[in-house]
């Protein structure tokens, strides 16, 4: 390949991350208690809590990585790193490319405006121009289904139609790498099977995907790699039947 | 990172803004009437109470009530936003990643916008009482811009703050209410004791009301020395709020 590796659009490359809790108990919460603590003099030197312990992987561009592992064990914060939400204690993490999540559906949906409105400003927060969002508006409609409702208030929509349009304008920012966070629970059997068919599209045509979930299936059904996150430590990472086979062996209380 | 760069957030910036000049209103009959009229009522209020009940002898007092009530209002408005513009916006900051200075970036964008909107009010008052800036009316966005920039810096170290200890947003409401009565809105500067002359240099936001009263009544040119002052005052808060901020921002998604 003419270019480094390192540099490839679509590529993720986490090095060496540990990432300290920020354990409300563990931080004063008032003035009160920072006048207190302050009073005190500085606390006795508190045991630090890692959500994430020396994690690292390379996700090459389009390809399709799995992320599992239990309620609690990182992936949340692992997702929020990826995102750039917030940043590791220790370690890098070099993100190349636009990055979507599907964590961040209806981020900035207000309930007194119509669903149009909702559309354009949610766009803009997922990083698309007027025009661009302008361009897509047809078939974020036709795709959330809602071409009868798209000028009433938000708040009168179900909660079905709210997450079907705040999918449809998350699928159609068009990424070069997509994070999908166990969202797929979205609308009803057939609506699900259509996410299904955009998220295929989008790795045919060459995105890198993100599949963060506790649940086998999925995982298995969309990814080639995976890694394997327990209590904040990458336990596995490789061929996706392999990380899934000792995840389920050591759900299952037999393995490792 | 994949960071967007800054210019990229534009379009989501504006989008922001107009949500929230247009959410402000929406659902109440009057509109945004409503940002002229709290001044109006004040107006009447201070009037009555000052000028009628206590009998300052100011001339044109009701003139200059509302002059110097239009930028108050943008500040302290700008500032009660501004403070929780972090901590009401958590669903959003938890899961989107964008430069987070944004947020009280339109909250004292949003006031502004509704500050220009009442000015035509004012030149019909002005106008009534044969009054106005002439030629001076081209220093009104000098004293616009240093009022933008004092209010985000101020505001960049509530919304810090407000996001560890909400308690700030409770001590706001007096604070203002001080700040209020120590800037010359009710009385106009000249009537200010001599032992108390200080205050107007720790104060910047005394020149800066003083000065749209000139402006606007007297028709003189802003340049007083207080004035300078506050600008280079303007500046260091500016300064100092951003670094704050930005030393703590990637803490806001854990801690709020």
């Not at chain 1, 563990?26 to 606390?43: I, M, S």
């Not at chain 1, 929020?80 to 590791?88: A, N």
């Not at chain 2, 300052?56 to 930028?71: E, K, N, S």
Request: hydrophobic content about 50%; charged content about 15%; aromatic content about 12%.
């Amino acid at each position: 390949m003419a270019v480094t590796a390192t540099t490839d659009i679509g590529s993720v490359e986490v090095r060496g991350v540990w990432k300290e809790y920020a354990l409300a108990s563990q931080r004063p919460r008032t003035l009160k208690e920072a006048v207190v603590e302050a009073l005190r003099g500085r606390l006795p030197e508190r045991p630090r809590t890692w959500a994430l312990q020396d994690v690292g992987f390379r996700i090459e561009p389009g390809e399709s990585f799995g992320i599992i592992g239990t309620n609690g064990s990182g992936k949340s914060t692992l997702l929020k790193l990826l995102t750039g939400i917030s940043k590791p204690t220790r370690g890098t993490v070099d993100v190349h490319g636009k990055v979507s999540a599907l964590l961040e559906l209806g981020a900035g949906f207000h309930p007194d405006f119509s669903g149009r409105e909702n559309t354009f400003l949610n766009g803009a927060i997922l990083g698309l121009s007027r025009k661009e969002v302008a361009e897509r508006y047809d078939r974020i409609v036709a795709f959330a289904e809602l071409a009868d409702h798209i000028d009433q208030p938000v708040k009168t929509y179900s909660s079905g139609m709210y997450m079907r349009l705040a999918f449809s304008i998350a699928v159609h920012v068009e990424p070069e790498i997509l994070i999908i966070d166990e969202v797929l629970a979205v609308g009803d059997a057939a609506f699900q099977k259509k996410c299904i068919e955009r998220i295929r599209g989008f790795r045919r045509e060459g995105r890198t995907i993100i599949f963060v979930s506790h649940s086998h299936g999925q995982v298995a059904e969309l990814c080639s790699r995976a890694a394997w996150i327990d209590s904040g430590v990458l336990r596995a990472v490789g061929p996706c039947e392999d990380v899934l086979a000792q995840y389920e062996a050591h759900l299952a209380g037999t393995g490792v | 990172m994949t960071t967007r760069p800054w210019l990229a957030y534009r379009e989501m910036f504006l989008g922001l803004v107009e949500r929230e000049v247009r959410a402000r209103y929406r659902g109440s009959f009057l509109g945004f009437l409503w940002s002229l009229l709290n001044p109006l009522l004040l107006m009447g209020i201070y009037s009555l109470v000052f000028s009628v009940f206590m009998r300052i002898q100011v001339p044109h007092y009701a003139l200059m009530l509302f002059t110097g009530l239009l930028p108050w209002t943008w500040f302290s408005t700008s500032l009660a936003n501004g403070t929780a513009s972090i901590t009401a916006n958590a669903n959003l900051i938890k899961k989107v990643y964008f430069p987070l200075e944004i947020l009280p970036l339109v909250s004292v964008s949003t006031n502004w916008v509704n500050f220009l909107f009442s000015l035509p009010v004012l030149g019909l008052f002005l106008a009534w009482e044969g009054l106005g800036p002439g030629w001076a009316i081209l220093g009104l966005p000098l004293l616009m811009a240093l009022q933008f920039l004092l209010t985000l810096g101020v505001n960049l170290f509530l919304a810090t703050l407000n996001a560890f200890y909400k308690d700030v947003e409770q001590l706001l409401g007096p604070v203002l209410m001080a700040w209020f009565y120590l800037t010359p809105v009710v009385y106009p500067l000249s009537m200010l004791p001599s032992d108390y002359a200080w205050l107007i240099h720790v104060n910047p936001m005394a020149p800066l009301v003083s000065a749209y009263q000139d402006l606007f009544l007297k028709g003189q040119w802003p340049g007083s020395p207080a004035l300078a002052l506050a600008a280079l005052e303007t500046i260091v808060i500016v300064l100092l709020g951003w670094l704050f901020f930005r030393r703590r921002k990637f803490i806001f998604a854990e801690v709020v």
